[in-house]
């Protein structure tokens, strides 16, 4: 019985095993902060206007389906980019957040990405923002009172809290830019072209299992 009980472990750990013979740190991963956060995550920073974060998101939101039990996938708009003024991004940002707060996060995603990157549109103020979020099923009314709510205007303080800080540090420079359990960052040039998909959802969940 012992002897089953060691081989069921050894079996178990032999992927967490192959990972951290896989990945190494300085080339696929960066340490940024010596303390973890108590739950696992993966915080990905991005914004509509980044092509490249556009081209990620079928990444991201396939990982999203794939995370294990109790980690978490959380996503913070950023409001650096020069293709549009920082209010707009902000509000972007907070009409992301209720969308996620009415069980929509995704698809008003979709449909921001959408239009900048497939459309080709822009927006040149909040009611264009409003309008696709309405026209992607959210009440008029609805989203008037949601994003001038303390929920969503303290989330998103807490977003461009984040950001600057770590901008300050000079871990977010660019993005998508993802880091895992507050502590460790990816480094998607460190990925294969040629596997980068399988290769970033392996990397996620070997730094996942790290303290």
């Known amino acids: 019985m012992k002897k089953l009980t060691a081989l069921l472990v050894g079996a178990l750990l032999l992927p967490v095993a192959v990972f951290a013979a ?8 960066e340490v940024i902060s010596e303390q973890a956060t108590a739950k696992p995550e993966v915080k990905e920073y991005f914004s509509y206007y980044c092509p ?7 990444k991201v939101q396939a990982l999203a389906k ?21 209010e707009i991004q902000a509000t972007l940002a907070k009409a992301y957040l209720v ?6 996060g995704d698809e008003i995603s979709g449909a921001f990405f959408k239009h900048i990157h497939v459309d080709r549109k822009t927006f040149a103020s ?4 409003k309008a696709v979020v309405v026209a992607n099923g959210v009440d008029a009314e609805t989203y008037d009172k949601a994003i001038k709510s303390f929920t969503v205007a303290g989330a998103a303080k807490q977003m461009k809290k984040e950001q600057d800080a770590l901008s300050a540090r000079r871990v977010l420079t660019s993005v998508p830019t993802f880091i895992v359990n507050g502590k460790y960052k990816i480094l998607t040039q460190g990925l294969s072209r040629d596997n980068q998909d399988e290769e970033f959802k392996q990397l996620v969940n070997f730094l996942l299992t790290q303290s």
Request: hydrophobic fraction near 35%.
């Open 66 to 86: 794939q995370l294990p039990a109790g980690a978490e996938l959380k996503k913070v708009h950023v409001d650096f980019l020069q293709q549009a003024k920082p």
């Open 52 to 58: 490249a974060c556009f081209g990620f998101e079928p």
């Open 22 to 29: 896989q990945f190494e740190e300085g080339k696929h991963y």
């Open 126 to 129: 909040d009611d264009d923002i």
């Open 99 to 104: 969308g996620k707060n009415l069980g929509k």
